[in-house]
């Protein structure tokens, strides 16, 4: 039986320091970016919704590119480079995981309702409102957001192996890719499958203390605290934490990408060139012209598989309070089930010898990975549009009842048109999770067919150099340009109740 103790501590620790880290840096980025006066809001949201779209093996690559074995402060400083080992998995993981903090904590802080800090301001300081007010509201929003980073990190074996950190999520990978199916195997993922219930429970939990029924939907703008003589120095800060998250790896791949390295008599001389950085990034997607179009094929109809499976589950959650739990664990299953793991259940699910036609599918066709990458997709669908639907206005729907309409009929005729921003952006997102993933979709490819995803990370363990600069950033613009469409048709003005979580403030139909 192989010993799976060390690295089931392994990526206990690992996940623990990264809560450290990731909890409360994202949640005063939060707190500034949604409910203070801070110079510069728009900006920074903008910013932390395209770190959302990115997957965490670019941000990897990004890093390494700068400061790995083979990044430019590694050449300058004598090949000795400043992240390897266990601190480069923490710190990855931890900047990595910062923009999802800022998003469910920025969902938090939204629905807290005004009226319970203008109260309490009478009787306290703007301080000890937010420590006394604000921030026991915000709890259940801060375990999801734990959850989130848990999953994320435990899962998660890109940035592990690439900075050669040994954890569980890389033996149940190394199981599943040999076929190991001995009884010692399969008792060594006894602690994924504990774990994913045990993240699985508490994600439930969380998420019914967050949306619970007594609590009223806030559609009162969320209160804006002033910072005073505090509000340019913490901009400055804010400042320099986009910089450390978006600025400095994008930095990397840019020098990578536009570096020429000339011999001379003294030596090997390194000068950056911007032609050749601009040369590099327009000729990286035709030469992985067959890995993209791949990678395009299976997002758009896993994407698009997601919405429409989304769509009745979503709507039901109106009809009664146990639809509403199911539809919100069905959304956590997708979202919590570690990649491995549902690679491992769909390969046992279509690797049937006594049904050849099936084995034929998972052999030959995009069956497998389609699956694996619709199943992860439904998730965020699931929630986008559970909410979308939660804030349809009852008396429109009961007025459309009595004039005969039917469940079916109030879905396509009411609810689908007033929520066609809500349908974009679930199939966005979905289709920017397809495109990212690795995890899940490296293990159930058929042969001969490989995605993006796959292709960089194969790439990046022979280093970060201009070829693989040049794909990551035509990748960044790709998922930048998503996120710009998410941002824009979540903030359309009949469609403000779809995200009210970064921007934008709460309006009634």
């Known amino acids: 039986m192989p010993n799976t103790l060390p690295l089931v501590i392994h990526s206990i620790a690992l996940t623990l320091e990264t809560l450290a880290f990731s909890l409360p840096l994202g949640t005063a980025v ?75 904590a920025s969902l938090g802080l939204r629905n807290v309702e005004p009226a319970l800090e203008e109260q309490a301001l009478l009787d306290g300081t703007p301080w000890q409102v937010f420590r006394r007010v604000t921030l026991p509201a ?19 074996k890109t940035v592990t192996e690439i900075f050669l950190v040994r954890t569980y999520a890389e033996e149940v990978f190394n199981q599943i890719a040999t076929h190991e199916e001995s009884s010692g195997a399969l008792i060594a993922l006894l602690p994924g499958i504990l774990g994913t219930l045990v993240l699985l429970g508490l994600g439930m939990f969380f998420c019914t203390q967050l949306a619970r029924t007594q609590r009223p939907l806030n559609l009162r703008p969320s209160r804006v605290f002033a910072l005073g003589r505090w509000r340019w120095p913490l901009a400055l800060g804010m400042l320099a934490m986009l910089m450390l998250l978006a600025g400095v790896p994008l930095g990397n791949l840019l020098y990578k990408a536009g570096v020429l390295v000339s011999q001379t008599d003294e030596g090997r001389v390194r000068i950056w060139s911007a032609g050749k950085c601009l040369e590099t990034i327009l000729r990286a997607p035709w030469q992985c012209r067959q890995e993209c179009l791949g990678s395009l094929v299976i997002g758009s109809l896993a994407a698009t598989a997601a919405v429409l499976a989304a769509i009745p589950l979503a709507w039901l959650t109106r009809k009664s309070r146990w639809l509403d739990l199911l539809a919100i664990a069905i959304a956590l299953v997708c979202l919590v089930l570690p990649g491995p793991l549902l690679a491992l259940a769909i390969i046992g699910l279509l690797n049937q010898p006594s049904l050849p036609w099936l084995v034929w599918l998972y052999d030959h066709s995009l069956l497998a990975p389609w699956m694996a990458l619709t199943f992860r997709a439904t998730g965020p669908a699931v929630l986008v549009l559970w909410h979308g639907v939660r804030t349809i206005p009852q008396p429109m729907l009961d007025c459309a009842a009595t004039e005969g309409c039917g469940s079916l009929g109030q879905l396509v005729w009411i609810v689908l048109p007033q929520r066609l921003p809500a349908l974009g952006v679930a199939w966005l997102i979905g289709f920017a999770l397809a495109l990212g993933d690795l995890t899940a979709s490296i293990l159930v490819v058929p042969p001969g067919v490989q995605t993006l995803s796959i292709h960089i990370f194969n790439w990046v363990h022979s280093g970060v150099e201009d070829q693989v600069a040049g794909i990551c950033l035509a990748l960044t613009v790709t998922l930048g340009v998503l996120a710009a469409a998410v941002t824009w048709l979540a903030s359309v003005k009949r469609n ?11 309006e009634k139909l």
């Open 138 to 156: 915000c709890w259940p929003a801060f375990g999801l957001a734990a959850v989130w980073v848990a999953m994320l990190t435990a899962g998660e």
């Open 496 to 506: 403000k109740l779809v995200l009210p979580v970064l921007g934008g403030e709460y």
């Open 30 to 104: 939060a707190w500034m970016l949604v409910r203070s006066d801070l110079p510069g809001r728009r900006v920074g949201v903008s910013i932390i919704v395209v770190l959302l779209f990115l997957p965490i093996y670019l941000q990897a690559s990004a890093w390494q590119a700068g400061f790995g074995q083979e990044g430019w402060y590694s050449h300058h400083n004598g090949g000795k480079p400043w992240l390897s080992g266990w601190n480069a998995a923490v710190w990855v993981h931890s900047l990595a995981a910062i923009p999802w903090v800022v998003l469910f």
